[in-house]
T-cell receptor
Framework: QQQVKQSPQSLIVQKGGISIINCAYE??????FPWYQQFPGKGPALLIA?????SEKKEGRFTISFNKSAKQFSLHIMDSQPGDSATYFC???????????FGQGTRLTINP | DVKVTQSSRYLVKRTGEKVFLECVQD?????MFWYRQDPGLGLRLIYF???????EKGDIPEGYSVSREKKERFSLILESASTNQTSMYLC????????????FGQGTRLTVV
């Protein structure tokens, strides 16, 4: 129930295309869903996050879509650029809890 | 600029050695975490601490212990290193009740031979 399942494990997209990474969770008490971006040799950093009271959140080229009934959320990267090549992690947490549960990660490669 | 600093980027240790990984944060955060990162397994929580001298086990605490004597410092200890503890170790911190955003260090790549 504490798991977050992420797919795909790796993804290759052409420059200018749309990158889509999906996550699913079981625990309906989760109330905060962030995405982290990690470049090689660096620690993960918060990219964008959503709470379950909205179905979509957009920041620049990055959008989170949230489907509460299906218990799924996804990250969309529009007009993908080579600089977006990184590992992406979805995560979830419970209100009042102090720790995040992470997905397995997706290694995204944007070909020029 | 917020900062979480891990003492080593790369470490090579021998099987059976006692290993200390150190982490310091300068944001006055209550929560500190140690994660382990392995390909295909994501980030798995080893231990976390929400206050000085307080600690709680995460999902994979076996073979590890932690110490938090000061608010800004959180140490991960491998009592007797084994080859299956070869991994990337990430330290993170967050505000207590801060909504979930965690700030990560750059990671320590530990190799046990």
């Amino acid at each position: 129930q504490q798991q977050v399942k992420q797919s795909p494990q790796s993804l290759i997209v052409q420059k200018g295309g749309i990158s889509i990474i999906n996550c699913a969770y079981e625990n309906t008490a989760f109330d905060y869903f962030p995405w982290y971006q990690q470049f090689p040799g660096k620690g993960p950093a918060l990219l964008i996050a959503i709470r379950p009271d909205v179905s979509e959140k957009k920041e620049g080229r990055f959008t989170i879509s949230f489907n509460k009934s299906a218990k799924q959320f996804s990250l969309h990267i529009m007009d993908s650029q080579p600089g977006d090549s990184a590992t992406y992690f979805c995560a979830a947490t419970l209100q009042g809890a102090q720790k995040l549960v992470f997905g397995q990660g997706t290694r995204l490669t944007i070909n020029p | 600029d917020v900062k979480v600093t891990q003492s080593s980027r790369y470490l090579v240790k021998r099987t059976g050695e006692k290993v200390f990984l150190e982490c310091v944060q300068d944001m006055d955060h209550e929560n500190m975490f140690w994660y382990r990162q392995d390909p295909g397994l994501g980030l798995r929580l080893i231990y976390f601490s929400y206050d000085v001298k307080m600690k709680e086990k995460g999902d994979i605490p076996e073979g590890y212990s932690v110490s938090r004597e000061k608010k800004e410092r959180f140490s991960l200890i491998l009592e007797s290193a084994s080859t299956n503890q070869t991994s990337m170790y990430l330290c993170a911190s967050s505000l207590y009740g801060g909504g979930g955003e965690a700030f990560f260090g750059q990671g320590t790549r530990l190799t046990v031979v």
